[in-house]
């Protein structure tokens, strides 16, 4: 079983019940991946803009899966506006 961190920054001026509507689609993209834990950080300031903004909310989850994440998932996180940054590391 292979565990996995994704962390997602989301824009700050995304309402609560659209960002969970969000998580819930990042979880869909995940195929067969169990969520272990989610875990919200709340809204940060970033270092330097990014897409011309200052602040975001940040989101932790906790994965595990057989197979892996979907090839696909990166392509559906880049295409998601609310979405500024991403990343996804393998924990073992």
Not at 3 to 10: G, K, N, Q, R, S
Request: charged fraction near 35%.
């Amino acid at each position: 079983m292979r565990t996995y961190e994704v962390v997602l920054v989301f824009r700050a001026n995304t309402t609560k019940t659209a960002q969970e509507k969000l998580l819930e689609s990042v979880k869909k993209w995940l195929g067969d991946a169990k969520v272990k834990k989610t875990e919200e950080l709340g809204k940060k300031t970033f270092a330097y803009p990014i897409k011309k903004e200052t602040e975001g909310n940040y989101v932790i989850l906790d994965i595990e899966s057989e197979k892996g994440i979907p090839t696909d998932f990166e392509k559906r996180v880049f295409i998601e506006e609310s979405i500024l940054r991403h990343l996804v590391l393998k924990t073992n």
